[in-house]
């Protein structure tokens, strides 16, 4: 069983002068020369074929180039969701910005990550058999198109509970990853061994060094992935060319759990740490708030326990967990705003205890990396109470000494 108690954005002072008269002189310029690379990357929306944004119309992304290749083509579909053809999402890092490189989309070259073109790369020819449509965030969404990132956001949950797989890429080999990958593949699932009063050990060191560095991968400490993997109906892992299937990894999870509630897994090196890390923590999260009896959780509960998980974009802390919660407390992912006002669009959403106020202001101040601001007199309208310098200006007026809604 797993516990349900735990919890683990001069105008100068000269006159004018009038100029003397000059003859009109003919000046003729040369055209610009434009360099290869210029030629070779047109504008993202010369790429994207537009989409229904009253919709929900998405793009899938089909692999037309072979398996292993080093040049990676691709052509777009565009299909509504409730019509989509069996597609896999992928759950992935970025990664460094400066690491990218190029697919020919279209036709027409597109950047992307490095770590996502090398998930490319691995794809084999069973996979692109298997899963010939994919959708990937950095490929299928015009990134600058706000009007387009707001839309697709707004879809984020229905696409990946839609996905036949969602597919979780940890990047290339590293630190003996390929071993911590064939374990859980192979030992997985295989039940605890009793020894004496105890267990037999779960691994060798050296297994349980590779599976702590995978655990602990940027990956898992990624705002995105949070609701990618519980709003996932099958998920595969892979890392380099090798692979496992979510239910081993959970198998990993409550072994590690039965040794611990049972006070054996100080004799197994690297468990304790593995148990506390963030990989295991979100197989926890899957497995509690998908449980039948674990209602949709609230925005404001999401922005504290995950408070400290990471993204690239301050304003994902907030819209990065909208596909998790219920449909009363759903805001619209709006990228136009600043930080200051995706602060003002939670505070005006959210439903506040007297008591707890100023420590999620402060939480969620933090978390959209915003300054901190100085605690004030409550207002109160309604059951709802305000924290003066809290209350977005924008949206507020002064009646009487009290701000109200607009």
């Known amino acids: 069983m797993i516990p349900t108690g735990l919890l683990f954005f001069s105008r100068s002072g000269t006159s004018l002068v009038k100029p003397k008269r000059r003859t009109k002189i003919e000046v003729r310029t040369r055209k610009p020369i434009q360099t290869h690379k210029e030629s070779e990357t047109p504008k993202r929306s010369e790429i994207y074929p537009r989409i229904d944004l009253c919709g929900q119309e998405i793009r899938l992304f089909e692999m037309t180039s072979a398996s292993g290749s080093t040049e990676i083509h691709g052509k777009f579909h565009i299909t509504k969701l409730s019509e989509s053809p069996t597609y896999a999402a992928l759950s992935y890092t970025w990664g460094d ?102 267990y037999r050990a779960l691994w060798t060191r050296a297994q349980g060094k590779a599976l702590y560095d995978l655990c602990f991968r940027p990956y898992w400490r990624r705002v995105w992935i949070i609701q990618e993997i519980l709003n996932a109906q099958e998920i595969v892992v892979m890392c380099g060319t090798k692979r496992f299937e979510w239910r081993a990894f959970e ?83 709006d990228y136009s705003l600043t930080g200051e006002g995706v602060y003002g669009q939670v505070v005006a959403s959210l439903r506040y205890s007297e008591e707890d106020d100023g420590h999620f202001c402060k939480i969620l101040r933090r978390s959209l990396k915003l300054p901190p601001r100085k605690s004030s007199e409550v207002k109160i309208r309604g059951n709802r109470y305000y924290y003066q310098d809290d209350w977005p200006r924008d949206i507020y007026k002064w009646i009487g000494g009290r701000k109200y809604l607009v």
Request: charged share 20%; net charge positive; glycine share 8%.
């Open 97 to 198: 910005i400066g690491s990218q490189r190029m697919i020919t989309m279209n036709g027409k070259k597109l950047a992307v990550g490095g770590n996502l073109w090398h998930f490319l790369h691995h794809r084999t020819a069973v996979d692109l058999a298997t899963h010939r449509f994919l959708w990937i965030d950095a490929i299928c969404i015009d990134q600058q198109d706000v009007s387009e990132r707001n839309h697709q956001v707004g879809l984020m949950r229905e696409i990946y509970s839609k996905a036949s797989v969602v597919v979780i890429w940890l990047g290339r080999e590293s630190n003996d990853s390929n071993v911590a990958m064939e374990y859980v593949a192979k030992k997985g699932l295989a039940p605890l061994k009793p020894k004496g009063p105890g």
């Open 251 to 333: 198998s990993l999870y409550h072994k590690a759990k039965v040794l611990d509630l049972r006070g054996w897994i100080f004799h197994h090196e690297f468990a304790t740490g593995l148990l506390e890390g963030p990989a295991m923590t979100t197989v926890w999260q899957r497995a509690h708030y998908r449980h039948p009896d674990t209602p949709a959780p609230l925005l404001q509960e999401l922005l504290k326990v995950f408070q400290d998980w990471q993204c690239s974009d301050s304003r994902d802390k907030v819209y990065g967990l909208l596909g998790l919660v219920g449909t009363a407390e759903i805001i619209a992912a």
